[in-house]
């Protein structure tokens, strides 16, 4: 066991403050990472809060891990001492599942281990990547590609994957019009990354704001939510709407904008339940999906495509005594786009 530094929330709505967690002897098939950067998603602030139910204390957050492989297991086949690697939302799963299987872990039907806040699986709470070091299995590690510089490359972890998977699963490309709800963390790189795979972007924000960002980030098109002529100039222009705001939306409004087959994918989680009228899908066979992360394979996959297409994550680098401070700033939208912790500074 290696006792190493976090940060921690010492219990549900606690301010994070320094401690120390241990980390399980490095076995056969693991690595132990030496973590440089990590991160701040939205949903560690859900979690810290208990805003999606009973969660595990003290919690380390923090699953957008990027660092460097220090030690590995006798039974590691995949990875070398020095390599640059990342983890995302989830350090295990059941493996043998069908969806294991097919490499959807996220969907596990055991559900995955996730990062933090989760039970591993000898029995001991999970801890996330707020923190010097970690031991995972090298099955559920990957590898960051010499282009992306590890700082940018860790929001990909979760923000990177999360868009990537529905645009790929709804076949974003050339020829197909893309808007992304909210240009927050998980907005800017569903901006990024269906610019590059060669669809049509908008941006649907609440103000024009951020408009002169998103543009630079690869939008074709920026409109103002706020702004009722918004929906007349789109209705039944899109093919594909990533939502990725956790607040209820007006989700019949936005329906309007799809095109005939069109759907509308759900990226953030409301703490709420939310109430759609069917109506406004019936009509042209529009749908209403939502996406969690994406696969181990799949999330290499986005890696490469990124390092292939220079892409990664705008980020404002923090130090570890700035993380409460940073939590308010995203609740606030005051964050452009994603806070990174040097974990040095831990
Ligand atoms: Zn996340
Ligand atoms: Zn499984």
Redesign the pocket.
């Given at each position: 066991m290696t006792t190493v530094a976090a940060y921690a929330a010492p219990a549900a709505k606690a301010p994070l403050e320094r401690t120390t967690v241990d980390r399980r002897a490095v076995g056969e098939n693991d690595v132990l990472i030496d973590i440089a950067f990590v991160?701040i998603?939205?949903?560690?602030i859900h979690q810290v809060r208990e805003g999606w139910g009973k969660a595990i204390f003290p919690m380390v957050p923090g699953?957008?891990i990027a660092g460097v492989v220090a030690e590995t297991g006798s039974g590691v086949t995949k990875y070398a001492v020095g390599d640059r690697v990342g983890i995302?939302?989830m350090v295990d799963s059941c493996r043998v599942c069908v969806n294991c299987r097919a490499g959807l872990e996220q969907y596990c039907t055991d559900g995955p281990v996730w990062t933090y806040s989760a039970v591993g699986k000898d029995g001991l709470p999970t801890y996330g990547g707020y923190s010097q070091k970690v031991v995972v299995d090298e099955n559920y590690v990957v590898r960051v590609p010499e282009a992306l510089p590890l700082d940018a490359a860790a929001p990909l972890?979760?923000?990177g994957i999360?868009t990537y998977s529905p645009l790929r699963h709804w076949n974003a490309g050339p020829g197909t019009s893309v808007a992304v709800v909210g240009l927050g963390g998980l907005g800017h790189m569903g901006v990024k990354i269906a610019h590059a795979l060669g669809a049509e972007v908008t941006v649907l924000s609440q103000s024009l704001r951020k408009k002169d960002d998103g543009m630079r980030l690869g939008a074709d098109r920026y409109h103002a939510t706020s702004d009722p002529a918004t929906f007349t100039d789109l209705a039944g222009s899109l093919d594909l709407i990533l939502n990725t705001v956790s607040a209820p939306l007006d989700f019949g409004a936005y329906f309007s904008l799809l095109r005939t087959d069109g759907a509308m994918v759900n990226l953030g989680l409301p703490e709420e339940t939310v109430a759609i009228e069917l109506q406004s899908l019936f009509g042209n066979r529009r749908s209403m999906s939502s996406s969690g992360?994406g696969g181990i394979a799949e999330t290499q996959e986005m890696l490469d495509f990124c390092a292939e297409h220079g892409v990664a994550a705008e980020i404002e680098l923090i130090r570890a005594d700035q993380i409460n401070e940073a939590y308010e700033r995203v609740l606030a939208s005051d964050v452009r786009y994603r806070f990174v912790i040097d974990t040095a500074t831990i």
């Open positions: 991160g998603c939205h949903s560690d699953h957008e995302g939302c972890l979760c923000a999360t992360i």
